[in-house]
C-alpha cells in the first residue's frame, strides 16, 4: 500500500505505475514523438516558408494597407495594394512578420510581378520569423532526440541489473 512493488529480486523495491510515473518505453515513444513531430515542423514548413520569404528579395516593391490582421506567422494576414494599375489583396506568407499591427497599418511588400498573389512584407524577405521558428523548432527536436537517448541508455541499465542474480550472502 506505500505505491511500491516487491516483483523482481528478492528485496528489490520499484515504484508502482499508480505513483505517477511513465515506464521507460512509453517514455522514449512520447519524446520521440515530440522529436518527429518539431523535425517535421522545421523541415517541412519553417525552412520552406523561410526560403520563399528569401526568394522575394528582388520582387517588386509597392506601399501596402494591411487588409487583414491576425496571426501572421500562420499566415493569416492580408495586404492590399496596387500593382500594374489593379487594385490587389493577398495573403501574407507562413512565417511572416507584423501580427500586432492593426487593420489599416501602412507597410512596404515586395511581389512577384508575374504573379502579384505572391507577396511578403519587405522587412519580413530577409527569412524573417519563419528562418527563428525553423531554428527554435530543430533545436527542440534535437533536445527530445538527447532527452530519449538518455531515457533509453537509463532503461537499458535499469534492465540489466534487474537481470542480474541476486549477489548471496
Do not use: N, W
Not at 3 to 26: E, F, I
Not at 29 to 57: D, E, K, T
Not at 99 to 115: A, F, M, Q, W
Amino acid at each position: 500500500m506505500d505505491g511500491t512493488s516487491k516483483a523482481g529480486a528478492p528485496g528489490a523495491t520499484r515504484p508502482s505505475m499508480a505513483a505517477g510515473g511513465l515506464r521507460p518505453r512509453t517514455s522514449l515513444l512520447v519524446l520521440l514523438f515530440l522529436a518527429l513531430l518539431l523535425g517535421g515542423c522545421s523541415a517541412l514548413v519553417m525552412f520552406p516558408a523561410a526560403r520563399h520569404l528569401r526568394s522575394l528579395q528582388d520582387g517588386e516593391r509597392a506601399q501596402a494597407t494591411l487588409h487583414t490582421s491576425g496571426s501572421c506567422m500562420a499566415g493569416r494576414c492580408q495586404v492590399e495594394f496596387e500593382a500594374d494599375g489593379r487594385t490587389v489583396v493577398a495573403d501574407l506568407p507562413v512565417g511572416s512578420g507584423g501580427g500586432k499591427d492593426s487593420v489599416g497599418t501602412h507597410l512596404t511588400v515586395r511581389y512577384e510581378s508575374d504573379d502579384p498573389q505572391v507577396v511578403a512584407r519587405e522587412d519580413d524577405t530577409g527569412g524573417g520569423g519563419a528562418a527563428v521558428g525553423a531554428v527554435m523548432s530543430g533545436a527542440g527536436a534535437l533536445l527530445f532526440l538527447v532527452i530519449a537517448v538518455v531515457v533509453a541508455i537509463g532503461a537499458a541499465r535499469q534492465r540489466r541489473t534487474d537481470s542480474l542474480p541476486p549477489s548471496g550472502s
